[in-house]
């Protein structure tokens, strides 16, 4: 059974489309992140939501649009794609903060824009 | 913010030797302090955390050692296997209001058979 699962595992768009990402997680974890893991490996959180709450919303361009449904679903959408967005991104879940347990991670999303 | 430093980068290790990779962070409030291992293509996965009220921490071959004062914590690996091959990160975060973790740079440990 996958704890947190993402789709799609792969994803290759032209620039100026725009595209979603699905997240969802069965492990009944109150907090949610999407983080975006460069060619350098670096990873960069973006968005962290609690009981549905955007709670962390870092320096992130306004085309990315997260929206979360209910505590076990965090979606992304991107507007207007770029080059530059590539990278893979990973949903991440934890209890509370994550500061007792840590994260638990989805697969990614490797994103390509051509 | 909290900024977190890695070193090294990369490291390649004989079969059975050591490793140790080294972080530092500049919040003092920090009080958590996880790694991730990350295999080739796959997720990151928790291996190992360190609190700021401990200064070690040890898990089988695995250990982690903080120095609050000097802001340092390290990440030792014992009789390192080929399976041990990946890409680890430091995290460093609880403080703050939304309390969230900033990861290191990342360190390449390549263990050569």
């Known amino acids: 059974d996958t704890a947190v699962s993402q789709t799609p595992k792969y994803l290759v768009t032209q620039m100026g489309n725009d595209k979603s990402i699905k997240c969802e997680q069965n492990?009944?974890?109150?907090?949610m992140y999407w983080y975006k893991q460069d060619s350098k490996k670096f990873l960069k959180i973006m968005f962290s939501?609690?009981?549905?709450?955007?709670?962390i919303n870092e320096t992130v361009p306004n085309r990315f649009s997260p929206k979360s449904p209910d505590k076990a679903h965090l979606n992304l959408h991107i507007n207007s794609l770029e080059l530059g967005d590539s990278a893979v991104y990973f949903c991440?879940?934890?209890?509370?903060?994550?500061?007792?347990?840590?994260?638990?991670f989805g697969s990614g999303t490797r994103l390509t824009v051509v | 913010g909290e900024n977190v430093e890695q070193h090294p980068s990369t490291l390649s290790v004989q079969e059975g030797d050591s490793a140790v990779i080294k972080c530092t962070y500049s919040?003092?409030?920090?009080?958590?302090f996880p790694w991730y291992k990350q295999e080739l293509g796959k997720r990151p996965q928790l291996i190992i955390d360190?609190?700021?009220?401990?200064g070690e921490k040890k898990d089988q071959r695995i250990a982690v050692t903080l120095n609050k004062t000097a802001k340092h914590f390290s990440l030792h690996i014992t009789e390192t296997q080929p399976e041990d091959s990946a890409v680890y990160f430091c995290?460093?975060?609880?403080?703050?209001?939304?309390?969230?973790?900033?990861f290191g740079t990342g360190t390449k440990l390549q263990v050569i058979p």
């Open positions: 991440a879940s934890s209890q509370g903060t994550g500061l007792r347990y840590g994260y638990t």
């Open positions: 492990l009944g974890h109150d907090t």
């Open positions: 939501y609690n009981n549905k709450e955007l709670i």
């Open positions: 919040d003092s409030a920090s009080n958590y």
């Open positions: 360190i609190r700021s009220n401990v």
């Open positions: 995290a460093a975060g609880g403080s703050g209001g939304y309390q969230k973790v900033t």
